[in-house]
Each structure stands twice: as C-alpha cells, then as structure tokens.
C-alpha cells in the first residue's frame, strides 16, 4: 500500500493581480521502505510539494491520500494530529531548540504525551545514529552532522510512516553529507519507512532509488536507481 | 481511582509545558528578570499602599473603639438655643438605659497663662464626677473642691505636674492630677484644663455626653433624646459618634481604594513590559514555533507553552512580590501602630492575596496576545527561511 498519494496536485498563489501555479497536476505516490529524492531549480514548486505532503499547507486542487485516508479537506487540527501520527521531519537547519539537549530534542515531539518509556526510545534511537555519547549535549556542542543526527532521530521518534526532509544534505560538508544519507537508507531499509527528500545536491541521487525531477510546477523526467 | 488517573495524567500534560516554559525563559534571563521585576514592583505597591491603608484605619478605630456607643447632646444655636438646663438634664437621664453614663459638661474662654507667659484664651471644663470619667496619672483626683485637672498634652507642653500653679482669668490654681492619656472621644481629656463644675457661676449646661454600653442602644437612644427634647422645636443636636465613626471609616475606604487604584497603574505598566518581551520572543522563536507546529503541536499546545511562561513570570513577580510585601508590611506597620507583628492581620492578607492574584492574572493576559499569535502562524511561514 502507498504511504503518501496524490492525485491532480495544483497549488495556485495569488500575488497582486497575477495568478502563479506553484504546482500544476501532480501525481505523486510512495511506498513503504522507498527512498526518493525531488530535484528541480529554485521556483520549480519542490517545497510547495513538499509542504502539501507533509499536511503543512493545504492544495487548490487535487486529493491528498495518507496512508489510505483521504486528508485533502481537513481542518488544522486533524491535519496536526495525523502528522504527529504518520510523519516525521528533517529540516536543513537542523531547527533544534538551543537550551534542550540532543535526548530532549529527540522527545520534544511527545513531550506533552504522557510517554513513560519516551526517554528510552529516545537514547536507544540517539545510540543506533552513532549518538551514544553525546546524549546530554546541548546543540551547540555538536557538529553540523551530529545535529542532523539528533534531528532525524526526533522525526523517527513518533515511528512514522514518511520522512520529509528538506534539502538535509544542504548544510554539511560533502563527507558528513554522505553519512547522513546513509542514515537514511539504512532507516529506509530496516524500518520500511518511506523516505521524500528534496534536494538541490546531486550526491543524493546516489543513495535514493528514484528521483523525480520538478520543473515549473510539474513532474519532468523520473530517473529509476537499479537497487 | 479513575479520577487519580486523570489528575496524574492531566499533570503529566501539565508538567512538561512547565517545563519547557521555564526553559524558555531562562534562556534570556535578565530580560525575563526586568519583566517580573515589573510585576514585583506594582505587587509591592499595590500590597504596601493597602496595608498602610489598613494600618491607619487601624490605628484610627484603636482611638475609636468606645466611642461608637456615645452620644453627644448639645444646644442647636440655629434656633437660638445657647444652653441646656438642669431640666434637660434630667430628661435625658430619664431616656437613657440603665447601665449608661450621663456626663454633663461645662466649659468656657478663659484667659490661662502658665507661670511666666502671656496669658493666652483656652476653654476651660467643668465635668460633673470626673473620677468616674478618668483616670490619674499623676496625683489624685478626688477630692475635687478647687484644684484643676490636666490633660496629658496640656501637661507635657508646659510641664505641669501636681502642685503647678496655673492661672485661670486671674486667679491662681493648683494642678490637683495630670490625667491619662485617653484615645478619641467626647471626652477626651488630653488638652484639656478642668475645673470644679460648681466653680462655673452659670447653672447652665454647655452639653451632655451619654455613654451607652453598644451601638445598638445609643442609636435608640438617641432617637429618644430627640423625640423628648425636640418636640416643640429643635432645641438639641444630638449627634451619634457612631455615624462618625462610620463617616470615617468610609472615608478610610475611599482613600484606600483611591491608593490602590494609583498603585495598580504599575502593574498595568508590569503587564505592557511582559506583552512586550514575550512579542519579542515568538518573533525570535518563529522558526521554533514553526518545527514544534511541524512535528505535531497543535495551536493550544503552543498556545499553552507560551501562556505558561507568561504565568511563570507572573509567579515568580508575584512571590518575591509578596515576601517584599510582608517586609515592607512589617515595616508600615511598625512605623504606624507601633507593632510590625499586626502585618498578619486579615485585612491585609487580603490586599497580598489580591496584589499577587492581580499580578499573575495580569501577566496572563499580557501574555494572551503573543501567545494566540504564536500559536496562530502557519508553520510554513514560519519555517520559511
């Protein structure tokens, strides 16, 4: 079954008098375990798509379907509350909240849960990303690619069915890049977690098992990795 | 049981929202410092005004406290009546109730020079049984044939003790007692001279004083006075020291509002610096707020998270509002009723209670608007880099 389907996505914006069609009829579905890569220039509606998938921002037209319910109409509350369910999300500033350490950071998505073995999961999920000794650090006293670790750690924290992660590879250095896309893959692979990145940096096409190209608000070529 | 549970639960949603609140804040700690330090000040104020308030009224109905059963019955000059007679005098002892007091009084100008000085006008009393009226300080009281009694300002300011000699229109008397320092009545002795009431040539009376034993009883009292004395025409005010002390005591609380009134202004000002740090901190926070959006709080989460640090402003002004309250409490009423310890009294835990509730509600709702505009941002927008 698809984690994440859609069907005919347009995302129009009205700025002064002209319309702009972010997205123009997108049809775009993924399956558990699959690794998949966006590409496009700037402007080309990768993080519009992304928003839409990730229940942040709502289509004009078209149908949304997560993990077999239809989500298109629904209100801010619903949307939040099957996001905390199904989805987590990496982001390429890392966004970890400064005064909490890297253990705290991996709980914050639950933290108002009443959670009795949230710290546990969130240790055992800080040492499997190679965190195992940096479990009471505060962000600054990581690295770039320790950071990116604690992020993916919190969007894995909630078992989600899909990952987004936008431009993850962006801030680091192309060494600490490949390692986080491991990560990645390894999590796509053990976990059957369905895993959207967009991305400007070609070294990702190396690791996911298909790229889809966006140009202009629509699907261009899609290229396939024999995995 | 079940209710354990939830309140367990309801704590275990609760706590963590403290938590972070408290995280937030101390993240910026000298803004967060200057922003309570608002709420403690207006705390203070309006804590301290109120129990100075309290303090007075205290000190004030101290004086008071058995004049609210007197009366006081005396000659309506507006209908042309200077005197009241020895008939009057018994009429009213008539109307009076059993275990009252009828005391009537005497008094007129007199030129007094005390030793060497100039002789200055001072209104001279004549009191019918002074013995039973008051006390001796110094001296004796009994017999009273042609000596005079002092009251203990007069006493103090020209240094009188028994056996002075003043002089009253001429002739030479003797201070025969110095008299007690009393509180607030109509027959408070303490600045006045009295003499023998049979040493005033007139048989008239300049006024009686009835002390009754309740308030109750004085107010019918009264009522009878009049009803006897003023058939025909008014011919005596009779006047209820209890309506006055009321009068006062609404004057008291008038005043008392009126400072607290003032003194809330600074939590209101309190209210308008923490309004401002917390609009500065979502806007600081925006990208935060947008991830925790992201990864699954909904708007009232956020929304709590962010009252919560405004509560905790609240509170923590708020306390170190009511220790300094106290302190300065103790210090008011030191100063004012001569007893710090009177600090823990009602009334004024009152005025905290209210200063500290006042202050925390305030940060609350300070805290509402940039909460509900935090809360309320799109994640999108706010992750938009």
Redesign the interface.
């Given at each position: 079954m698809t984690v994440i389907d859609t069907q005919e996505l347009v995302k129009r914006y009205r700025t002064g008098g002209q319309t702009l069609d972010a997205l123009a009829g997108i049809d775009f579905a993924i399956e558990p375990g699959e690794f998949v890569s966006i590409m496009g220039p700037s402007g080309s509606g990768k993080t519009t798509l992304l928003n839409i998938l990730g229940l942040l921002a709502t289509p004009t037209e078209g149908k949304v379907v997560l993990d077999g319910t239809d989500v298109t109409g629904l209100n801010d509350r619903k949307r939040t509350t099957l996001r905390k369910q199904t989805i987590g999300f990496v982001f390429q500033h890392f966004y970890l909240l400064p005064t909490l350490t890297a253990v705290e950071n991996v709980k914050v998505p639950r933290l108002l849960n009443d959670d009795p073995g949230l710290t546990n999961r969130a240790r055992k999920l800080l040492e499997r990303l190679g965190l195992g000794d940096r479990l009471d650090h505060r962000p600054d006293e990581l690295s770039g690619g320790q950071k990116q670790r604690v992020a993916i750690a919190r969007s894995l924290i909630n078992s989600p069915k899909l990952v987004l992660a936008d431009e993850p590879s962006g801030a680091l250095d192309s060494d600490t890049g490949r390692q986080i896309l491991d990560e990645f893959k390894r999590i796509a692979d053990q976990d059957n977690v369905a895993i959207v990145a967009v991305t400007h940096d070609e070294l990702v096409n190396e690791y996911v098992d298909r790229t889809v190209h966006l140009v202009d608000g629509t699907i261009g070529q899609e290229g396939k990795n024999g995995r | 049981m079940a209710l354990l549970d939830k309140r367990a639960?309801m704590a275990?949603?609760f706590l963590?929202?403290v938590l972070?609140a408290r995280?937030?804040l101390?993240?910026t700690k000298m803004r967060s410092l200057l922003a309570s330090l608002g709420i403690v000040i207006g705390v203070v104020a309006i804590a301290s005004l109120g129990m100075f308030g309290v303090a007075l009224q205290y000190s004030f109905s101290q004086n008071l406290s058995n004049v609210g059963s007197d009366i006081t019955v005396v000659p309506n000059s507006e209908e042309n009546v200077t005197d009241l007679t020895e008939r009057d005098v018994q009429t009213i002892r008539r109307e009076v109730s059993a275990d009252a007091t009828v005391t009537a009084v005497k008094n007129r100008m007199e030129p007094v020079s005390y030793g060497r000085g100039e002789p200055g006008q001072k209104r001279i009393w004549g009191i019918q049984n002074p013995k039973r009226l008051y006390e001796a300080d110094e001296g004796q009281i009994t017999p009273f044939r042609n000596g005079a009694l002092v009251g203990s300002n007069v006493a103090e300011e020209h240094n009188l003790h028994p056996g002075s000699k003043i002089i009253i229109n001429g002739s030479t008397v003797r201070v025969q007692a110095v008299l007690n320092e009393e509180g607030y009545s109509p027959t408070n002795p303490n600045n006045r001279i009295i003499i023998p009431i049979e040493s005033f040539g007139q048989r008239e009376y300049s006024g009686v004083i009835v002390s009754e034993s309740t308030g109750t009883q004085a107010n019918e009292t009264a009522m009878k006075i009049r009803d006897s004395l003023n058939q025909r025409k008014k011919r005596v005010s009779v006047e209820e020291m209890s309506s006055v002390v009321e009068q006062y005591e609404e004057q008291f609380q008038i005043i008392n509002i009126v400072l607290t009134g003032i003194a809330s202004i600074s939590l209101f000002v309190a209210g308008i610096s923490i309004l401002n740090v917390m609009l500065m901190s979502t806007v600081e926070r925006r990208?935060?707020i947008?991830?925790?959006?992201?990864?699954?709080?909904?708007?009232r989460?956020v929304l709590?998270v962010m009252l919560m640090e405004a509560m905790l402003l609240g509170l923590f002004g708020g306390i170190a509002g009511v220790i300094l309250s106290i302190g300065s409490g103790l210090a008011i009423n030191h100063y004012t009723v001569g007893n710090a310890i009177a600090v823990f009294r009602l009334p004024n835990a009152w005025y905290v209670g209210a200063a500290f509730a006042f202050g925390v509600l305030m940060s609350m709702v300070s805290g509402l608007y940039p909460a509900w505009k935090a809360a309320s941002k799109?994640?999108?927008d706010a992750?938009r880099?």
């Open positions: - | 639960k275990g949603r963590p929202a972070m995280r937030n101390t993240r990208e935060e947008g991830v925790l959006r992201a990864v699954g709080y909904q708007k989460d709590k799109e994640p999108v992750l880099s």
